[in-house]
């Protein structure tokens, strides 16, 4: 959240900013748009939900099976295997969370950031933290993350998901709370045959759509 809102103090940003995010940018962008509205004149948040949506889904049966990477992280043995074969895992999981989209330039890309150990050891840093067993789920984590990506964005919001998300199951019930969470003149869109990484699977419908919500 407070690396959110630095990057738009930095170059000097003003209230006609506009906040684009994704996935682990979602956290952020939620907290940082409560944190400080006044910063943002519009928002645009992709395939992760807020807290009090994604803590309906989190423990369903289906989730929990999308999820498994969360646990298998915290197993010392975990960072040996993801990055063994080429890091054949991100293979795996590009897969799986975009179905029937030829990952392969980008998938490239990822594992050029991340066959530095350090790299690698950093990325999975943030499941250590976030997901830590002993603490997910619990009343005070809740409460904590809560205070941080769980409250309403008070600015208009687009969000965007796709059906096809092999990695959060936002199903139309949950995209109708979703909905209600928002403010006024947000919009919430499920855009059929998308999975997880819809900003470049279909890159020029997502932007589309982000510049006709900008207009309007």
Known sequence: MADAVALHQAPGGDGEAVLIAHDWGATAAWGATALEPQRWRRVV??????????????????????????????????????????????????????????????????????????????AMGYYHAF???????????????????????????????????GCIALDANAAAELRAFLSPDSQVERIAGVGHFLLVERSQEVNDRILRFLRS
């Open 45 to 122: 948040i992709a395939n992760v939900p807020p807290l009090q949506i994604f803590g309906q889904i989190a423990f369903r049966y289906d989730q929990l099976k999308r999820s498994f990477y969360f646990w298998f992280f915290q197993m010392s043995i975990a960072e040996s295997i993801v990055g063994a074969n080429d890091l054949a895992f991100i293979d795996g999981l590009w897969a799986d969370w975009s179905p029937g989209y030829d990952a392969t330039y980008d998938v490239a890309r990822v594992k050029e950031c991340l066959r530095d150990p350090a790299n690698l050891r950093a």
């Open 131 to 165: 997901f830590d067993p002993a603490r997910f789920g619990s009343p005070e984590w809740t409460e904590e993350q809560g205070a941080a990506w769980g409250r309403p964005t008070p600015q208009p919001t687009l969000y965007l998901h796709g059906t096809d998300d």
